[in-house]
């Protein structure tokens, strides 16, 4: 059930950005909703499962977008571990810890995406990929509020909470 | 008694009028040669304009003779198919869409797509049924383009994204790096070059928004602002590569 709602959570997330969002754009850029999805969950379940959702649904990702394949599914690897290192240190309830670690782990996914552009030889111009970085956490961290309080809800007391085998 | 008299009356009005011109002509004698050197003049000017448009005209009856022998990659002469969007990259990063057009549909791998504002991106990958475009915004979406100067010569560059957005709403923006000595003014429209063999020839991109001169002193980079308003897209053509 839990594995479930993260996967339609993930589709919504994709559609939305691939359409929706393309008409709520700010300064040229969209949120990255799979992102946040891999922020959220690492930030509430600790450094390892989210660093391997990350890999996961960046793959899936990579697959989605059809080329240069890795590059999401590293982002979000390093992002989800980062986000979930803090899930060890912080207070996951604090709505404005979340919102740090949102910009945090957003800046850096975007860092390794923008490594991996230039890189793979693709014609990114450091001063205005950094800013379209900082554009993109900036996003993120504004739908935060809107977002993050149902999601941990869901996540500690609700369908997205973890159940072991014998309580199913 | 009136009309005894109307023919006479009317034979010394025509020889009083005649006289009067020709008094006319002589007193007007030094405005007349005036006149006739200026209408001269103008003969002068008409002839000499005739003939450059007769040149003109030849030179375009040459040129569309050399087209057809040379079959010059021109977009009026290739036949395009309707497609609509369906889907667009969901990241930040690439400028890709997804068109309902696909290899049933003739549609092949670096076939160009148009709207009627202008050049969109060109063809990169297909299935039976969609395709995916990559728009000139993305990286990988470069266009060799051509400005038209006043005198009629071509000024040719690579046509770039540089991922610089401007405030809501706007898009981003290409860059086209050309040699300082040419003069590239913001307001010039940058056609296709049709040089790459990719897209077709006098494709409208965009206008140029600002022309700079660059660190090194050598190039100037024009900023060009692409006709095309990309996230208002909803239709396109693609314009196939088996007319060409």
């Known amino acids: 059930m839990r594995y479930l709602g993260i996967a339609v959570l993930y589709v919504l997330g994709l559609v939305l950005q691939s359409t929706l969002f393309n ?33 996961g649904l960046g793959l899936l990702e990579d697959f989605f977008i059809g080329y240069y394949f890795g590059m999401n599914a590293l982002a979000l690897l390093v992002s989800g571990f980062v986000a979930g290192w803090f899930e060890t240190v912080m207070y996951k309830e604090n709505i404005f810890i979340a919102l740090f670690v949102t910009f945090l782990a957003s800046l850096i996914a975007q860092t390794v995406t923008i490594f991996c552009g230039i890189t793979a030889g693709l014609g990114w111009q450091l001063p205005d990929s950094w800013n379209t970085a900082l554009k993109i956490a900036i996003y993120n961290v504004c739908l935060v509020p809107f977002t993050y309080p149902f999601f941990h809800k869901a996540i500690t007391k609700g369908w997205l909470r973890y159940r072991p085998r014998h309580e199913e | 008694m009136q009309q005894i008299l109307a023919p ?30 200026q209408l001269k003049a103008k003969v002068a000017e008409l002839t000499r304009e005739n003939i450059e448009l007769q040149q003109k005209v030849l030179a375009g009856l040459r040129y569309q003779e050399l087209e057809k022998k040379f079959n ?83 000024v040719y560059g690579v046509l770039q994204s540089n991922y610089r957005h401007g405030p809501i709403g706007s898009q981003a923006t290409l860059e086209m790096s050309v040699p300082k000595a040419d003069n590239v003014k913001p307001g010039e429209l940058v056609l296709t070059s049709g040089k790459g063999g990719v897209f077709p020839k006098d494709i409208p991109i965009g206008t140029v928004q600002n022309v700079v001169l ?9 900023t060009i602002t692409p006709l095309v308003k990309f996230d208002r897209l909803e239709e396109v053509f693609v314009v196939h590569s088996g007319g060409r």
Request: net charge negative; proline share 3%.
């Open chain 2, 72 to 154: 010059a990659p021109e977009i009026w002469n290739m036949q395009t198919v309707g497609a609509t969007i369906v889907d667009r990259d969901p990241s930040n990063w690439y400028y890709t869409i997804t068109i309902n057009r696909g290899s049933a549909d003739g549609v092949v791998v670096n076939d160009c797509v148009i709207t009627n504002a202008g050049l969109v991106g060109k063809v990169i990958a297909v299935t039976n049924h969609t395709a995916d475009v990559v728009l000139i915004l993305d990286s990988e979406g470069e266009v060799s383009g051509m400005v038209r100067q006043s005198d009629g010569s071509p």
């Open chain 2, 8 to 37: 006479l009356q009317s034979g010394v009005m025509s020889v009083t009028t005649g006289i009067q011109d020709d008094f006319a002509v002589l007193t007007n004698l030094g405005k007349t040669k005036q006149e006739n050197n």
């Open chain 2, 214 to 222: 660059q660190k090194g002193g050598l190039l100037k980079t024009a």
């Open chain 1, 23 to 55: 008409f709520l754009k700010v300064g040229g850029v969209k949120p990255d909703l799979v992102l946040l999805l891999v922020i959220y969950f690492a930030f509430t379940n600790g450094p390892v499962k989210g660093a391997l959702l990350g890999l």
